[in-house]
């Protein structure tokens, strides 16, 4: 049986959906029961709420020559790393490790959010993301979206718009 996402009102919540309610941005925070089994954080997001993968982007953390940067592409992609690096910039990238990821935004891995992360880190949106009127990413917890224009999560984060998603 499909797990369904339900639609949330906002109570407390968590720091991105905190800095969202501060910004005075116009979001929709979804729910779903999380399954640890479950092979992809981001698909099975998408599975629970009924959205095309496409609209669905996963936050990853990077080292671009010794710099931690956020990569936020669909969860029907991959990250590329050499576009990312160029992106910024930078020459090399590979992935953060996860307990820095962790650390540095205070999120936990699967439910890392490119907003109200602890430490501002430098984020690059995929550019496929402006081909929608709204995308999904994490709340800040493993079975939590929030959606929202790419347009509004861009300007909260200072992201630069890049190709950096392989399909």
């Known amino acids: 049986m499909a797990k369904r996402a339900k639609k949330q009102q906002q109570s407390g919540g968590t720091p991105a959906t905190v800095a969202l309610t501060a910004a005075g941005v116009e979001f929709t925070v979804y729910s779903y029961d999380h399954d640890p089994s479950h092979p992809s954080y981001g698909e099975e997001a998408a599975e629970a709420m009924g959205v095309s993968p496409d609209r669905v982007f996963k936050t990853l953390v990077a080292d671009v ?6 990569g936020v592409v669909p969860v029907a992609g991959s990250l590329d790393l050499k576009a990312l690096a160029t992106a910024v910039g930078g020459k090399r990238a590979a992935m953060a490790d996860p307990a820095l990821a ?15 992360q602890r430490k501002k880190l430098r984020t690059v949106l995929d550019a496929s993301a402006s081909s929608h009127a709204t995308i999904c990413v994490s709340a800040g917890r493993r079975g939590l979206e929030v959606e929202l224009s ?5 300007k909260l984060t200072e992201a630069r718009l890049a ?3 392989r399909a």
Do not use: N, Q
Not at 65 to 70: M, P, Q, S
Not at 102 to 115: A, D, F, K, M, Q
Not at 150 to 154: F, S, W
């Open 65 to 70: 020559d010794g710099a931690l940067v956020v």
């Open 102 to 116: 962790e650390r540095t935004t205070g999120y936990v891995r699967g439910g890392i959010s490119p907003l109200g």
């Open 150 to 154: 790419p347009e509004d999560l861009a």
């Open 163 to 165: 190709p950096i998603a």
